[in-house]
């Protein structure tokens, strides 16, 4: 369908948010590839410049905006090259109003659900000169077999399922991704079969609520399900998931950490605050007491298990004691590591009309407090580690280390630096840990 022999261009994609927006872009990059373009390795210059939007947090707003006015720039000294917005800040029409508007020089914008009409759009928008636009509110199905280009040969995500059905009321991921829609497991397996062929040996399955996989779709494969049927296939040695609700999380999911030697000992579980009664305002639908219990459950089946989390501080009409709560969930749920966030207010969702904001000041100064607490766990966590002999995918050179060193993670998805050929990526070693510090580990090669 996308095939053309003839170099077209080059491309460049920015991708802000999280892993979901990272895997459309590979999707993005698949699609182009496949039509002749070739990734190029700066903006500037490019003939298709490709922004991926997230619209979790406000901030992400501004910055979009201020890339636009560089764009604008950078247009002026190459007018034919195309700018194109995609991601979650494009499901708002306030958003793709303003860009319309003011924003002339974005020649293509296209929606969460409209990723497979990109190369379709590219072409009219160079045939006929127009702007493209494509935006869906909401999709049957999940278009089966595009192309995608893998950042890692050795690792890949798997998407199983879009959007969600939860409503948490600080959240416009439900208003940006639509309603829940999995994918057939049918569809899944081959998928990762066909990575492993490829070379392929660690996955992660990737949706809003991977524990509610299935559910709204009525298929006879729950999540566990299909993690069991995911071990069975030869070549892949590691799955990983996220992200998980604890409101879904299933005594079936909990076994498979006990039963499967391929899932990774590792579980990504938002708890959002320790306060029983905020949780409530945020329709998480659990309390700060099943919440541990969840944890306790998973420990004893996998006593290795790390366990990370997000949490948002300053939700609207968070109490001293609410945050206390929260002190006090991190020391008894001791987490691994922890993405904190300062509550941020979202147009459409219904917190964002709760009168009783917290001052920003007062966030910052509990923000600290949290971040501080969290990390001293993180250390202590670490320090366990040292002396340990652990297996790594290795990755490749690391960020920190520079020639000669390498990075990968640990099955509890610690990252590791050690002295290694680069040569090795994509193998699996043993590394001994000698030294841990809040944040990543050191070792050596055994
Ligand atoms: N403000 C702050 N954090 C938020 N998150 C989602 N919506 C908001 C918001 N309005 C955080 C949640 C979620 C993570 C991906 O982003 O903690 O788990
Ligand atoms: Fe947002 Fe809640 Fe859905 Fe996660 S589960 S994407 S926080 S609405």
């Not at 948010?17 to 700066?42: F, H």
Request: hydrophobic share 35%; net charge negative.
């Amino acid at each position: 369908m996308y095939s053309d022999s003839r170099k077209r261009g080059t491309y460049f994609i920015q991708t802000f948010g999280c892993q979901m927006n990272e895997r459309d872009s590979e999707t993005i990059a698949g699609m182009l590839e496949d039509d002749g373009y070739v990734k190029a390795e700066e903006r500037d210059g490019s003939d298709v410049i490709i922004i991926n939007t997230c619209s979790v947090r406000e901030n992400a707003d501004n910055r979009f905006f201020g890339q636009l006015g560089v764009i604008k720039k950078i247009k002026e000294k190459n007018p034919d090259s195309i700018v194109a917005v995609c991601g979650c800040m494009m499901q708002q029409k306030r958003v793709t109003d303003i860009i319309k508007d003011k924003y002339s020089w974005v020649d293509i914008i296209f929606g969460t659900m409209n990723i497979d009409e990109f190369p379709s759009l590219l072409r009219e928008r160079r045939e006929l000169g127009q702007h493209e636009y494509a935006v869906a509110d909401s999709i049957d199905h999940i278009t089966e077999g595009l192309p995608s280009r893998r950042k890692f040969k050795f690792k890949s995500f798997v998407n199983i399922m879009n959007g969600c059905n939860n409503f948490c009321t600080y959240c416009i991921v439900p208003y940006t991704r639509g309603r829940e829609k999995s994918r057939p497991p049918e569809a899944i397996i081959a998928e990762i079969k066909r990575l492993a062929d490829d070379g392929v040996k660690e996955i992660t399955l990737l949706g809003q609520n991977v524990n509610s996989y299935g559910k709204a779709d009525g298929f006879d494969s729950d999540f566990a399900d299909l993690l069991y049927r995911i071990e069975d296939i030869d070549g892949i040695e590691r799955v990983r998931f996220m992200t998980s609700h604890p409101k879904d999380c299933s005594d079936d999911l909990i076994k498979t950490f006990g039963r499967l030697d391929k899932l990774c000992p590792h579980i990504h579980l938002p708890v959002q605050s320790g306060s029983s009664r905020l949780l409530k305002k945020m329709n998480r639908r659990y309390t700060k007491e099943k919440y541990l219990e969840l944890l306790a459950k998973l420990r004893d089946v996998r006593s290795d298990i790390a366990v990370t989390t997000d949490i948002i501080v300053g939700f609207p009409g968070e109490t001293d004691e609410d945050f206390e709560e929260t002190m006090d969930l991190v020391q008894k749920a001791r987490f691994d590591s922890a993405f904190t966030f300062l509550y941020s207010k979202r147009e459409g969702t219904p917190a964002a009309e709760y009168e009783d904001q917290v001052p920003d000041e007062l966030k910052h100064a509990r923000f600290n407090r949290l971040v501080d607490a969290i990390n001293a766990i993180s250390a202590e966590k670490n320090a366990a580690y040292e002396g340990r002999v652990e297996k790594i995918l290795i990755e490749g050179r690391s960020a920190r280390g520079g020639e000669g060193t390498c990075s990968g993670r640990t099955g509890t998805f610690k990252l590791v630096n050690f002295k290694c050929d680069e040569s090795r990526a994509g193998q699996m070693a043993d590394v001994k840990i000698t030294d841990a510090g809040t944040f990543s580990l050191f070792g050596e090669l055994v």
